[in-house]
T-cell receptor, first 112, second 116 residues
């Protein structure tokens, strides 16, 4: 079955790195996504990684994928107050409806 | 500018009334989706549509209805049968369903529905 787990909260100091973790259960996942949701807004696609990759970097964002442990992480370097938001991990599997399954989201709080 | 619009941003309704939430996209995407978000919860799929005049129930379709008469539009009706309709509703679209990276979903800004 499909299940995506995330911790609910993360608090970091401005300028530090943030690491948001996600675990998933379906080993046949093909794409894994990270979305950002600011208060009262929709979800914004940050990045995605294909399952045959281990790492993807995009400016301050680094995505690491450990397929053996079914673990995905999003690292934000030099975290700013504008990074405060809810971050959702999602996986897409080739079986069933192909529609991504979302985690509950991690609230990132950045304090001065 | 291409994108997904949802209207209104805030919606209030009295108990027992039906209400329709609008979702429009000009991305030329075939697939559209409706999700419900409650505080501290993830996204729960209500309905999705892969093509015009066709749609499928998601995980929590009871008390909701949809139509897909045009490619650009996928309105959601919250009926009086929905027992707890107060929530944040998100519409999304993707190029296709079941075709690799084209499944990637893009979201609208959401509508917050409050039942008084």
């Amino acid at each position: 079955g499909e299940d995506v787990e995330q911790s609910l909260f993360l608090s970091v100091r401005e300028g530090d790195s943030s690491v948001i973790n996600c675990t998933y259960t379906d080993s046949s996942s093909t794409y894994l996504y990270w979305y950002k949701q600011e208060p009262g807004a929709g979800l914004q696609l940050l990045t995605y990684i294909f399952s045959n990759m281990d790492m993807k970097q995009d400016q301050r964002l680094t995505v690491l994928l450990n397929k053996k442990d079914k673990h995905l992480s999003l690292r934000i370097a030099d975290t700013q107050t504008g990074d405060s938001a809810i971050y959702f991990c999602a996986e897409r599997t080739p079986g069933g409806s192909y529609i991504p399954t979302f985690g509950r989201g991690t609230s990132l709080i950045v304090h001065p | 500018d291409g994108g997904i619009t949802q209207s209104p941003k805030y919606l209030f309704r009295k108990e027992g009334q039906n209400v329709t939430l609008s979702c429009e996209q000009n991305l030329n995407h075939d697939a559209m989706y409706w999700y419900r978000q409650d505080p501290g919860q993830g996204l729960r799929l209500i309905y999705y549509s892969q093509i015009v005049n066709d749609f499928q129930k998601g995980d929590i379709a009871e008390g909701y209805s949809v139509s897909r008469e045009k490619k650009e539009s996928f309105p959601l009706t919250v009926t009086s049968a929905q027992k707890n309709p107060t929530a944040f509703y998100l519409c999304a679209s993707s190029i296709k369903v079941g075709a690799g990276i084209t499944d990637t979903q893009y979201f609208g800004p959401g509508t917050r529905l409050t039942v008084l």
